[in-house]
């Protein structure tokens, strides 16, 4: 639907833990032929933590963002976690990324939101309103996952997908001769596709002390072909809801940044009579990042030149649910 949210992104972070981890070392563990990760799921290497927390990676990564915003960690109204994956059950994950950024004694308010794959995308809207209220004025979205430690790899098709990473972006309220905004936003959740995207473990259903405790239930699972089939039953009529001819055509959209789920789940966008050099992918280099995975493509996209100012860039994705996100935002 259309909306008028004057949004700027001030600044943009990024941190990618320095351990790479190819294709092949992923093969080897699973017991799969060389070449079939690539072949099937279109990742070269991903990175993956190596003692780092998901808190020092936003925070990291926020720092990068302030930086660029020229703002020092202080002066934030508000620090927004936007991860799919927690730190821990309790307490908040933006608790700990606002004690990262050595705020902990600031009061700044921190909180999350969450809706896996397309958190960013949701804490980008909740940050619009908050903007457009006048709420707040300087605000901080990190998203920042290490999932590698959850792959279950006995499935290897979605253990051979996931990268860790973290993405931060600054936004503000922009000038009056500004036209950064957010000119359109949609979600939609079906949740008959829970089950297909699980950890189902953590929580107070399958909590570790109950008794029959499964250690496979603390474990990443999809079932990629029914996630498919269920984004083909929605996909069209979910971008005529975010844009009227998106399913058509892309029209003066410049830049599409997609969550990086799959390479079949990117080939999907072809339907649409998107051309692929409007399609940003960092999948072979980052796998999929999870919610870092869309704020960590829009980084490479600003860095390597591909958004400019007063670009118009599309956000889409799909997360576990099942949901469908996306927006449409002026640069």
Known sequence: ??????????????????????????????????????????????????????????????????????????????????????????????????????LGRSGIPAMSVHSTCLSFITAMEVAANYLYSGRFGKILIASSDIASCGINLKQPESATLVGDAAAAVVVVRPGAEDRSRITAVNFRTYGDGAELTAIPGGGSARHPHKPGHDPDDDLFRMDGPAVLRLVRQYDEMFLEGLSPGLSKSLGDIDLVVPHQSSRVGLQLLRRFGWPDASIMETLGELGNCVAASIPATLYQAVRDGRIERGDKVLLVGTGAGLSLGGLVLVY
Not at 9 to 25: C, D, H, N, W
Not at 87 to 98: H, N, R, V
């Open 1 to 102: 639907m259309d909306v008028n949210f004057p949004l700027r992104i001030a600044g943009l972070g990024r941190y990618l833990p320095s351990r790479v981890v190819p294709s092949s070392e992923l093969e080897s563990l699973c017991g799969l032929p060389e070449g079939w990760v690539e072949r099937r799921n279109g990742v070269r290497e991903r990175r993956w933590a190596s003692g780092e927390t998901s808190s020092f990676m936003a925070a990291q990564a926020a720092l990068e963002a302030l930086a660029e915003a020229g703002l020092k960690p202080g002066e934030l109204d508000l620090v927004i976690n936007a991860s799919g994956t927690g730190e821990q059950a309790i307490p908040d994950t933006g608790a700990l990324i606002q004690r990262q950024l050595g």
